[in-house]
């Protein structure tokens, strides 16, 4: 009965969500490629590729889940050369981030829409020998196709926010009728548990492996160094640079707001502005040139103008630009609401502020303000005053940026023990 009710009422569902999916499509751009792998439509080269290996599947909706997936599957492909990878996304920038890691071991397609004849082809395309759920992507037919083929599934670094916790509640039978095809959970936090036995998965399902997010001891490569390009675009070597990382509608605004009064204690501070979808760049830079601030365009060839603001309009690049900065603002914390993870900025070595709306991120959030790790402003007086403080006293950034690796350290080891399930699951497969 609940398999016949979520069929009947999803079709319902996608024509509501239709029109402000589109509009997003068309805002973010790059959703023509590969268009038809929605739908479960794959070119001959890659339905080629799916005959030539025994693939694991691993879903990540956007770049969040995608940059947690692609550190566990680096560490299974260290221990299992031998392993193929297939990796599917719902965004079309974490689709494009995917494009650029493929290797003859790992494949990146669009995740089908859930509609079972959609995920009925691509199973019998991928033919995958197991699967990883990302985070809180749990689409029912996806779970119950693979179930009836006998694939294991796994869900890995399970998130738990207050809105996900609702969302899981409230639709508990169907969730319920989902999770208990699973094979295995692993969770974030401890506390997380109580929810996922309430919903129907066996205390044996649930493994407590940390958040890969927050992995201290993992680091796929080093940062790459963009300090020469912001010499090139004339920012001094003793400049003071503050930046904003994944910033939403409003925060930009109140950053510049932040940097000309920051500009009465300390003259030559730059900006530096990494917006959360970077297609947003020209209305940006439209609100921005309206002041008295100039503004460089990272794109853009470097002419040594020095620049007030750098506003970075590519994507893939934040953890490397945190390098650059003296002290960080997360973003989607103060106009925006979830917040977004800090934790490059705490592994880069700078004091992290952020706003009241770190939701997605409580546990962390409430860790790091208990031993100090972090800065929690609630506007522009309060930022301007943190960024003040940290810019003035070198010791106290490295103080606070101490306290935020403590905060870490229950997470040490979470990529291992993540890539630890998925490979006990397949090796039992």
Request: charged share 25%.
């Amino acid at each position: 009965m609940i398999r016949f009710l979520y069929n009947f009422l999803l079709p319902l569902g996608l024509i509501v969500a239709l029109p402000r999916y589109l509009v997003r499509m068309f805002r973010r751009g790059g959703f023509k490629q590969d268009f038809g792998q929605r739908f479960a439509r794959y070119s001959p080269e890659i339905r080629v590729r799916f005959g030539n290996g025994d693939w694991i599947w691993v879903h990540a909706v956007s770049v969040g889940e995608l940059l947690v997936a692609l550190k566990v599957i680096d560490e299974l492909h260290r221990r299992h050369p031998d392993w193929h990878f297939v990796i599917s996304n719902t965004t079309s920038t974490a689709h494009a981030i995917a494009l650029s890691k493929q290797k003859d071991w790992l494949v990146a397609i669009y995740g089908p829409l859930d509609v079972a004849a959609f995920v009925r082809r691509a199973f019998d395309t991928v033919r995958p020998r197991a699967v990883v759920l990302t985070e809180s992507e749990m689409w029912p037919n996806f779970i119950w196709d693979a179930s009836r083929r006998q694939i294991p599934i796994l869900l890995i670094n399970a998130r738990v926010s207050p809105r996900s916790e609702r969302r899981l509640l409230r639709f508990a039978p169907i969730v319920k009728a989902a999770t208990r095809h699973l094979s295995a959970i692993g969770l974030q936090e401890p506390g997380h548990t109580e929810l996922w036995r309430r919903l129907g998965v066996p205390a044996s399902r649930l493994h407590v492996t940390g958040s890969v997010k927050f992995d201290p001891a993992d680091s796929n490569s080093a940062p790459r160094d963009f300090r020469p390009i912001l010499t090139a675009w004339g920012f001094g070597a003793s400049d003071p640079v503050i930046l904003a990382g994944s910033t939403h509608r409003g925060e930009e605004a109140l950053m510049t707001a932040v940097l000309r009064r920051l500009k009465t204690a300390f003259p030559r501070v730059k900006l530096i502005l990494v917006p959360r979808h970077a297609e947003r760049a020209s209305e940006i830079v439209a609100e921005l040139s309206a002041g008295d601030l100039r503004v460089a365009l990272r794109s853009a060839a470097p002419d040594g103008s020095g620049p007030d603001v750098l506003l970075v309009d590519t994507t893939g690049e934040l953890r490397d630009w945190y390098a650059c900065a003296d002290c960080v603002f997360i973003g989607k914390s103060i106009t925006g609401r979830g917040g977004q993870n800090p934790v490059e900025a705490i592994m880069a070595g700078r004091p992290v502020n952020f706003g009241p709306h770190m939701e997605n991120f409580a546990d962390l959030r409430d860790n790091l303000l208990k031993l100090g790790g972090a800065v929690e402003v609630s506007g522009e007086d309060s930022l301007l005053e943190a960024f003040r403080s940290q810019l003035a006293d070198g010791d106290l950034r490295k103080k606070t940026t101490e306290a935020a690796l403590l905060a870490l350290k229950p997470h040490r080891g979470a990529v291992a023990r993540t890539a630890d399930l998925i490979e006990a699951a397949v090796q039992r497969e």
